[in-house]
């Protein structure tokens, strides 16, 4: 059997700093992850 390696990513946490890249990342993590909107 393969061992297969999944990593998985988190959403970053907001700081208060930075709110329009920090909306591109949750994007990116929900597209990664395949949550449907």
């Known amino acids: ?3 297969v ?3 998985k ?3 970053p ?3 208060g700093t930075d709110p329009v890249g ?3 990342a ?3 993590f929900f597209e990664k ?3 449907p909107s």
């Open 22 to 24: 920090w909306i591109a």
């Open 26 to 28: 949750a994007e990116r």
């Open 33 to 35: 992850n395949e949550v």
């Open 1 to 3: 059997m393969e061992d």
């Open 13 to 15: 946490d907001f700081m």
């Open 5 to 7: 390696w999944i990593m």
């Open 9 to 11: 990513k988190q959403l």
